[in-house]
């Protein structure tokens, strides 16, 4: 019996080991930026004094870092999936799309995805109206 758990025990470790360094961090310096956020979080919810609010502002300014980090993390990886089914179904697409289109779709997804990885962009909407427009534009987020 011994013996079957020391195999056991053995067999999950492999497997554990195994599943870590087969699924390298395809984003290592995000993955950094969210260990370093969590970890603050860690800091501030161990802490003892909330002075003047300032301990629940940083969190939730934290919980919201956390939140856009994951977000280019996720969207980046949804970019680059797109991208690889796109070029796996290219073959069939050819001939009615043209390597144009192939170019700018291409261009568009792969820059795209970089945009999210390097976490620097910025996005901006902006909305033009004719003169004497009544009613107020609201972004809907």
């Not at 195999?7 to 492999?14: E, F, K, R, S």
């Not at 554990?16 to 310096?29: G, R, S």
């Amino acid at each position: 019996m011994k013996l079957y758990r020391k195999m056991t025990i053995l067999a999950i470790i492999t497997v554990f080991v195994a599943t870590i360094t087969a699924t390298p961090f395809d984003q290592p310096f995000m993955q950094a930026a969210l260990n370093d956020l969590k970890a603050a979080q860690n800091h501030l919810k161990n802490a003892t004094a909330d002075k003047g609010g300032h301990r629940q502002r940083a969190m939730d300014f934290t919980a919201g870092a956390i939140n856009a980090v994951n977000k280019g993390i996720d969207y980046d990886r949804t970019l680059m999936s797109w991208w690889q089914r796109f070029e796996r179904a290219w073959p069939q697409l050819r001939a009615r799309y043209g390597e144009r289109f192939f170019r700018m779709w291409k261009f568009y997804l792969l820059s795209s995805a970089g945009f999210f990885r390097s976490h620097q962009g910025q996005l901006w909407q902006i909305v033009l109206a004719p003169r004497g427009r009544s009613c107020e534009y609201r972004s809907v987020r």
